[in-house]
């Protein structure tokens, strides 16, 4: 699959890539599954290719395969180029988060529309060309209008709660935050937590791909509770949660052509 495939008879195909966090390590049912190496200017990266429900897809774990890679080893920048460069034009994103608004509990999923970041040392950039300024790109609404659109119908229609709007704040990791941290999050108007959401949507936005993010509310933020975080029960929600996200997905993967005019909308 590559940038060649991406147009047909007049029209965009919207080739989609999945970047999938911890618990989301396989595409079931996707067709004539490749894996290819893909070299960028920042290291190489295995990305699956193949057809899921009769469109091309490209899939990518972000901690890999068998989840060896933690939240500050992830080659974001490596992701979003190797998606690029095998013709992927919008990102459906996994987040694994914990739940500061009251409102969000586990098993529950939220569409994420904005971000805060609270990384320290990650690359944000991609790499300039020689004589180029810094990129003072605009990230007032990092995520694609026409992918959350396309989210929240498809949950309507499938009837999956669906939480429409939320404020995602990264931290490092791999550690989970303090109970003053969470404090802060919330004051700060976040509404989820986790650790690998940016700076992929940056790079995303900086790479000219579309991208949309679904965070799967596996535990209450560290501190939020007086029962201490339980991995069990973390992976139990996402157990549970694993075939309706991907229900959801699959149910925007087959509404995958659009207009010309609407590819950057």
């Not at 901690?63 to 920048?77: A, E, K």
């Not at 933020?221 to 949660?241: F, H, K, M, R």
């Not at 694993?242 to 010309?260: C, E, I, N, P, S």
């Amino acid at each position: 699959m590559g940038a060649e495939t991406s147009r047909r008879h007049g029209t965009l195909l919207r080739v989609f890539g999945f970047i999938t966090g911890s618990g989301f390590y396989e595409l079931p049912g996707l067709e004539q599954s490749q894996v290819a190496t893909v070299d960028t200017p920042y290291g190489e990266v295995d990305v699956t290719t193949g057809t899921w429900h009769d469109q091309p897809v490209a899939f990518l774990p972000r901690h890999g395969g068998s989840h060896s890679i933690s939240p500050q080893q992830i080659n974001y920048r490596a992701n979003i180029w190797a998606l690029a460069s095998v013709g992927v034009s919008d990102i459906l994103a996994t987040a694994v988060s914990g739940g500061i608004a009251d409102h969000l509990t586990p098993g529950s999923l939220v569409l994420i529309d904005d971000f805060i970041d609270w990384t320290t040392g990650r690359s944000r950039h991609l790499l300039r060309q020689p004589g180029r300024g810094p990129p003072h790109r605009h990230e007032a609404r990092p995520t694609t209008r026409s992918l959350r659109a396309a989210l929240n119908i498809a949950a309507e229609e499938l009837q999956i709660p669906l939480v429409r709007a939320g404020t995602y704040i990264c931290f490092n990791g791999p550690r989970f935050e303090t109970r003053a941290e969470i404090r802060m999050a919330r004051t700060l108007g976040a509404d989820l937590v986790g650790m690998t959401g940016y700076p992929e949507v940056a790079l995303a936005v900086e790479h000219g791909v579309r991208y949309a993010s679904v965070g799967v509310i596996s535990n209450p933020a560290a501190g939020l509770s007086d029962t201490e975080i339980s991995i069990d029960d973390i992976w139990a929600v996402i157990n549970d949660a694993k075939d309706t996200v991907l229900t959801l997905f699959a149910r925007v993967v087959q509404g995958g052509t659009h207009r010309d005019e609407e590819a950057n909308q």
